[in-house]
């Protein structure tokens, strides 16, 4: 692992109270590698921040356990992120571990985010992943950078409190890149480098909560990053899809689904009478947030039939 990463590079392995033989094994494979153990499952968000506190670099790349690497895959990244000191945060193509030439759900070669806050990204569009032929191959900017493998710089997680504990797990990336543009600096995707990601890792497709926390982490973002005027009507509106998706669920024999998303809308609403400390729709400084849709990819993709990036989009990079 450690000769993999290169020159400069430290392997740090968080360990979120892990119940099986991990470490044990990391331990006795890669003596070299640091170990951070964690006494409590802090979830995704709250275990990253809380072993970050104990890192100093200049860089942290955030890159799940079931994330294979390509050889060479940091300095690409490193190189683009020096040259253009405007970029908070970058992530490489993330392709598919079994189907290797084909992007991967959580990332492919980019994340944007359309204006009712549903994500997308440049390769793969709901569960719909296109094959690789390089048709995403320059670096730009986009919306998000995956959780899956994100470089990050440093200084600038800090400063923005990192990743938000009460997300748990999902969209807290999402959230993390969208603090970052209005903090006025640029994510970016960099084709040069690659991994590739098994995916599920945290909660497999389909499971209850893993549903209810991307509806609820979802409406969250959404309150805390939207300006007053959008989030006010934004946010009711994206409660009538919401039900819409939740009682055709319901109706073709999903009921797992349905209650769901009924209790991700309960809970948004418990955070914003609970836990929300300061105003639900602060004002936020006006940035041009790029990866940023102003139309809508739920009406592209089901209603329109566009299944890739480049249908809805328009062809880039």
């Known amino acids: 692992m450690t ?3 290169g020159a400069g590079v430290e392997v740090i392995v968080a360990d979120n109270a892990s119940t099986d033989d991990s470490v044990a094994f990391v ?3 890669y003596p070299g590698v640091r170990i951070i153990r964690l006494d409590y499952n802090l979830g995704f968000a709250g275990g990253y921040n809380e072993a970050l506190r104990q890192v100093k670099s200049d860089y942290y790349v955030l890159l799940n356990s079931d994330v294979e690497p390509a050889p060479g895959w940091i300095q690409p990244v490193i190189e683009l992120m020096e040259c253009n000191p405007s970029i908070g945060a970058c992530q490489p193509k993330i392709r598919m571990y079994a189907e290797r030439e084909s992007f991967e759900y959580a990332g492919a070669a980019g994340g944007w985010l359309d204006h009712l806050g549903y994500p997308f990204a440049k390769g793969r569009i709901f569960d719909v992943c296109e094959k690789d032929d390089g048709q995403y191959d320059k670096a730009e900017p986009i919306f998000w950078a995956s959780g899956a493998a994100m470089f990050v710089r440093a200084r600038l997680y800090h ?3 990192g990743l938000d504990n009460y997300f748990f797990a999902h969209q807290e990336e999402i959230d ?3 603090r970052i543009q209005l903090a006025g600096y640029k994510v970016y995707s960099c ?3 690659t991994v590739f990601h098994v995916g599920g890792g945290t909660l497999p497709k389909g499971n209850e909560r893993k549903v209810k926390l991307n509806f609820r982490n979802n409406l969250i973002m959404m309150a805390k990053n939207l300006p007053p005027e959008q989030a006010l009507w934004k946010l009711p509106l994206r409660f009538v899809l919401d039900s819409i998706s939740a009682w055709k669920s319901l109706f073709a024999g999903e009921a797992v689904y349905f209650w769901a998303i009924l209790t991700a809308h309960l809970a948004f609403l418990k955070w914003v009478l609970l836990h929300q400390k300061k105003s639900v729709f602060p004002k936020k400084r006006r940035a ?3 990866g940023w849709y102003s139309g809508s ?3 592209q993709y089901f209603v329109r039939g566009k299944k890739t990036f480049t249908e ?3 062809r880039r990079g």
Do not use: D, K, M, N
Request: glycine letters at 12%; hydrophobic letters at 55%; a neutral charge.
């Open 288 to 290: 041009a947030l790029l």
């Open 3 to 5: 000769a993999s990463a």
């Open 159 to 161: 400063e923005l409190g």
């Open 297 to 299: 990819v739920v009406w």
């Open 312 to 314: 809805i989009v328009g």
């Open 191 to 193: 084709p040069r480098s």
């Open 176 to 178: 993390l890149c969208w």
């Open 27 to 29: 331990q006795g494979s």
